[in-house]
């Protein structure tokens, strides 16, 4: 089992900047890719990008040249800097993990909110 915890969301102008942070807990050794996903209202849950365990890197097309995704396997964390922010952007950001112990496990994180005002 792993846990995960979102933090960093926030309210912020067009044009700003945010940075969620995703904390790991429980069974982290299992932990292979990890991802931020976002789910707009009244759409459909989206890759925004995800990080493998050797830091290979793979954007959603909306995210690239203003997002950057980063984990730091020694602590159990997951981050994405967003920079360039859009109004289009706002949405529940969520972390997402997959492990591998016998078989393949997937977890989520509860989310958190951005808001990008025009």
């Known amino acids: 089992q792993v846990h995960l915890v979102e933090s960093g969301g926030g309210l912020v102008q067009a044009g700003g900047s945010l940075r969620l942070s995703c904390a790991a807990s429980?069974?982290?050794?299992?932990?292979?890719?990890m991802a931020w996903y976002r789910q707009a209202p009244g759409k459909q849950r989206d890759l925004v990008a995800h990080?493998?365990?050797?830091?290979?890197?793979n954007y959603a097309d909306s995210a690239k040249g203003r997002f950057t995704i980063s984990r730091d396997n020694a602590k159990s964390t997951l981050s994405l800097q967003m920079n360039a922010l859009k109004p289009e952007d706002t949405a529940v950001y969520f972390c997402?993990?997959?492990?591998?112990?016998?078989?393949?496990?997937?977890?989520w994180g509860q989310g958190t909110q951005v808001t990008v005002s025009s």
């Open positions: 990080i493998t365990a050797s830091g290979t890197t």
């Open positions: 429980g069974n982290i050794f299992s932990i292979t890719l």
């Open positions: 997402y993990v997959r492990t591998w112990t016998s078989r393949w496990s997937d977890y």
